[in-house]
Structure formats: structure tokens, C-alpha cells
């Protein structure tokens, strides 16, 4: 007999060490405990049972960094909130860990300045970013009222768009959390993570989230950095063919097109990987991992998705030379506008450099 037992994302009970932490929530309790109760995120203890303190969504030295706490960011729900307004419930014991865990070393990193994130993931393996992402990303979700939608929609008109939404949340909870039970995480659990240069101008600063797509885009400093939460890599071998046009840094505006080729892959992806909890039998050690098909297989190029993500990622335009606002947004979202490439697909090298995206989006 296997001296393991491996629980697929969405096991009935919570499984816990023997020091009383949850090493792996159940379905019901991720749902009930972490996205609509008040307990911490991270450990799922209660204000009766620990201290608080609380955690911004995005980290406060980011907000310092890059002066972000009177800039308003929108919600995945739509609406906008300050910056630094923004918290979720966090235990002060889970905020000290996830410091010394994550955010000191990513500060370090984001401090080092442009190619320091790179050379990192070059010689360490893109963990440390990509945990990082997956907590600002579920962070960002959390609280937030299209979860509860969705749970409503399970219990009644519900679709397979709604659970695949759950139980891949689930699965960035479980990542994002691993360093809190010093859980293994393998390459699988992983989705894809791209890191490159951003020519920002005077646009040192920009986030995106793709919540059905379950991916995010960062920029900090002249840093760019996508991840995709639960594809196990296939969204990065998708759009190989358009990185490998790419000739150099991207302006702002041409990174989220980048990240909207990252999404639209990802929701392209048709054999989804299976993910599970791997908890040995004394409970203490824990292995998160996936299981993938031999080879990912992806649903034909749709301009309309394209231009439907397009149009999400621009709600206020870039300008064009030439083209009213209006015509800017029915382009966008008839998935007829680049800004990566040309007409002939090659690379605009001096396109929309100074372009910001709108702060609000
Ligand atoms: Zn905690």
C-alpha cells in the first residue's frame, strides 16, 4: 500500500498535520473558511483564535515603490477601490511568514533593478515570482462578489464554466499557500510564467487580471511578468509563435496585449491538467502536483475571443493615428487591432512607447 494518499482539489474533508494545521482544505471548507468567512487566507484560523493584522492585496512596499496607495485599482468585480485601501483578512503570524517567505526576497529582487527577476528565474527556477503572483492573484479574488455568484450558480443553474472557476481557485489557494505547510510544489502545479522587458516611459506600474483565464499580468519597474495559474505550462508553448516575433522591450500597452494572447491560450486549452494533493501517512509532508495529457490540445485561433479579451484589457483605448475613439474600441473588440505587430506581423519597434495603460483598468 502506498504509504500517501493523494486527494484531487476538491476532497470532502479537510486534512490536517498533527499539529492542527490544515495541510489541505476541503472543497466546502476553501469555500466557507477562506472565501466567505473572515478567517485568515493563509491558515484559516479565526479572529477568536489569533492575532490579525491583516494584508494588502498588493504588498505594501510595492504600493511604496511605485506610490501606488492614492491610485485606484478596479476589482475584479468591477469596482474600484483605492489601492491601499484594499486588505484582506491575515493573521499576523501567516503575515510574518509570507514576509519572510516571499516579500523580502521579491523586494530585494524588484529593488536589484531591470534583468534581476530574469537572472532569478534563470538560475533559481520561477517559483518565488510565480508563488508571489498566485497570492496578489488570489488576493484579488477573494471578498469578491463574483465568487459568491458563481457558488450560487452552482446550486442552481450551474454550469461547467462555474465549477471549473472553484476548483481552480482552489488550486491557486493551495500553491499560494504551500510555503505556509512547507508543502513540495512540482513543476505541473505550476502554470506557465513569463518574465521580460517593459519600456515603460513614464508607466513604471501596471496589473491585469484575467479571472476566467486565471492569469495575471504585473509590471513593476521595466519589468514584465505574466502568470497563468492552472495550465501547467501549455499556454507558453500556445504563444511561442507570437514571443518569438517579439524584437526587443515591449511598451506597456504592448505587454497586456501579450498577456491577452497568455489568457486567450489558456482558455483555449482543452485538456485541462488534473491537479492533487499528495499527504503522506504521518500527515507532515505534503506534495502538490499535476497531471497532464501527453500533449495539451487547444481549440482552433478565434478572432472574436481575441477581441473580446482585447477589449477587456483596454476599456479606455490607447489612440491611434487616424481613428476616432469609437472606431479604437470596435476594432479592439472585433479582435482586428494589434499592437505588437503590424499588418504583416512584424514587430512595431517604436509603437505607443510613452502609451500608458488607463490606471483604472
Ligand atoms: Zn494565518
Excluded at 476538491?10 to 477562506?34: A, P, Y
Amino acid at each position: 500500500m502506498s504509504p500517501t494518499s493523494s486527494y484531487p482539489a476538491t476532497t470532502d474533508v479537510s486534512i490536517r498535520n498533527q499539529t492542527g494545521e490544515v495541510v489541505l482544505f476541503s472543497w466546502s471548507d476553501f469555500v466557507e473558511t477562506i472565501c466567505e468567512g473572515r478567517a485568515c487566507f493563509i491558515c484559516g484560523r479565526t479572529r477568536a483564535e489569533a492575532a490579525f493584522n491583516d494584508e494588502h492585496i498588493v504588498p505594501n512596499w510595492v504600493l511604496h515603490a511605485f506610490d501606488l496607495h492614492k491610485l485606484k485599482i478596479t476589482l475584479p468585480n468591477g469596482t474600484p477601490t483605492l489601492y491601499g485601501n484594499y486588505t484582506i483578512p491575515c493573521c499576523e503570524r501567516c503575515n510574518s511568514e509570507m514576509s519572510r517567505a516571499l516579500e523580502s526576497d521579491m523586494s530585494a529582487l524588484v529593488k536589484a533593478g531591470p534583468g534581476a527577476i530574469q537572472d532569478h528565474v534563470a538560475a533559481h527556477g520561477g517559483l518565488l515570482p510565480y508563488t508571489w503572483m498566485a497570492l496578489i492573484f488570489l488576493k484579488l479574488h477573494l471578498n469578491d462578489r463574483r465568487m459568491r455568484m458563481h457558488l450560487d450558480r452552482r446550486k442552481g443553474d450551474a454550469t461547467i464554466s462555474a465549477d471549473y472557476v472553484w476548483e481552480h481557485m482552489h488550486h491557486v489557494h493551495a500553491v499560494a499557500r504551500a510555503f505556509h505547510i512547507d508543502a513540495d510544489v512540482e513543476l505541473n502545479a505550476m502554470g506557465s510564467m513569463f518574465v521580460f522587458p517593459v519600456d515603460g516611459g513614464d508607466c513604471d506600474f501596471d496589473l491585469h487580471t484575467f479571472t476566467e483565464a486565471q492569469t495575471l499580468y504585473l509590471q513593476l519597474g521595466q519589468t514584465g511578468m505574466i502568470a497563468v495559474f492552472d495550465d501547467s505550462h501549455a499556454a507558453t508553448n500556445r504563444v511561442r509563435w507570437v514571443i518569438e516575433r517579439i524584437m526587443g522591450a515591449v511598451s506597456p500597452v504592448q505587454a497586456r496585449e501579450l498577456a491577452v494572447h497568455f489568457a486567450m491560450a489558456n482558455l483555449d486549452l482543452e485538456n485541462r491538467p488534473r491537479f492533487w494533493t499528495h499527504v503522506s501517512a504521518d500527515r507532515n509532508h505534503v506534495t502538490i502536483g499535476g497531471t497532464t495529457d501527453a500533449a495539451a490540445i487547444f481549440r482552433r485561433y478565434d478572432r472574436g475571443l481575441f477581441g473580446h479579451l482585447m477589449e477587456g484589457a483596454f476599456r479606455t483605448p490607447p489612440p491611434i493615428l487616424g481613428k476616432t475613439t469609437e472606431e479604437v474600441m470596435a476594432g479592439l473588440a472585433a479582435g482586428e487591432i494589434s499592437f505588437l505587430f503590424d499588418a504583416d506581423g512584424e514587430f512595431l519597434h517604436d509603437h505607443l512607447q510613452m502609451s500608458k495603460p488607463d490606471e483604472t483598468n
